[in-house]
């Protein structure tokens, strides 16, 4: 038990600056007594002291203002930072090192009992302020959820999620090395690009390959068009060309002013 706790007091000073000293955390961090008092609710609900263990969540929550069903699995090294509002419920899993800020929910959408109802935290995930993961997935390792995203899927490991409904923006980089990277506070790193930014810049520079495509396309068939005029009979099949051609660049073309020769004779 002891162990654990020093465990839990190195991990909030190595995570928060603001953490000056092991008697402070001990005395001051309302995440760490959420997580110490979910222990003991945890033991009472395994052993099928139900009530027990519900009254032991209902005291933490008074507390702390973090709501964490005794049910829940928590791990090592788990670092709740402020944590009002916070809601983990009934199935939850929450892995090793990961880190919680002030106001998520790790919550369920269905209603049957006994059933996995809320997400799987793997091993490192940061969640940010005000982030709701809602839904029996897994979120991966090292994965991290932006500031008010709602997450309904699930998000590949070293994944990036933000927006509501969540969108992967930054997927894990399958030449990452094994070591594990440093700790981003809100899962924001250092000097990072905006996610955002860089899913709408995505957007742009697809638009533009398929705008060059479409020139092209237009290009070939004027081409195309020409050579059929150089044949013989073959001038209602130039005019038809030439209206496609014309439809892809948003103008149809007077039907007087693609009239075959053929005509004008």
Known sequence: MFERLREDIATIRQRDPAARSAWE????????????LHRLAHACW???WRWTARFVSQVARFLTGIEIHPGATIGRRVFIDHGM?????ETAEVGDDCTIYQGVTLGGTLLTRGAKRHPTLGRGVIVGAGAKVLGGFTIGAD????????VVKPVPPGGTAVGNPARVVMPADVKRPPERAAFCAYGIAPNAEDPVSLALHGLIDHAAKESQRVDEIVAALEKLGA???????????AVKLRRL???IEGAIVPTQEVEPQSHRA
């Open 245 to 247: 051609s014309a439809a």
């Open 25 to 36: 955390v001990l005395t001051c961090y309302p995440g760490l007594h959420a997580i110490v």
């Open 46 to 48: 395994r052993s099928h």
């Open 227 to 237: 050579r059929l005029e150089a044949l013989h009979g073959v001038d209602e099949a």
């Open 143 to 150: 994965a991290k959820i932006g500031s008010n995203a709602v």
């Open 85 to 89: 509002g916070v809601v983990i419920g």
